[in-house]
């Protein structure tokens, strides 16, 4: 399966942003998906992910009840809606896929999207 995400940019501090990933292939329910960020000099964190119906969702404790993650397996596409918005998420979003359950290490998952920046400004 292959990955885009976007959505992707510069907000204000309690602002909001919707971020988006793509896949492609026709087996898209059976992966679970994850997003991840990283900041610079930092590694790479789980953020969020949802089971292959979209039935369950799974959150950090640093985006619980500010992040929801969604997805459309119709339309193929993963969503994260990211609420009251702070400098300290600014990051690399990426979306990462793996065949059935989710995971919450990202050296779990074997498909990548390419990142979309988002900055929060104070």
């Known amino acids: 399966v292959q990955l885009q995400a976007c959505g992707g940019g510069l907000v204000q501090a309690g602002g909001s942003l919707r971020l988006s990933c793509a896949a492609s292939?026709?087996?898209?329910?059976?992966?679970?998906v994850g997003w991840f960020r990283q900041a610079p000099g930092k590694e790479r964190e789980f953020a969020a992910a949802?089971?292959?119906?979209?039935?369950?969702?799974y959150y950090s404790d640093s985006v619980k009840d500010r992040f929801t993650i969604s997805r459309d397996n119709a339309k193929n596409t993963v969503y994260l809606q990211m609420n009251t918005l702070k400098p300290e998420d600014t990051a690399v979003y990426y979306c990462?896929?793996?065949?059935?359950?989710?995971?919450?290490?990202?050296?779990?998952?074997?498909?990548w999207g390419q990142g979309t920046q988002v900055t929060v400004s104070s």
């Open positions: 990462a896929a793996r065949e059935y359950m989710y995971r919450r290490s990202p050296s779990e998952y074997e498909y």
């Open positions: 292939g026709r087996t898209f329910s059976t992966y679970a």
């Open positions: 949802i089971s292959r119906s979209g039935g369950s969702a």
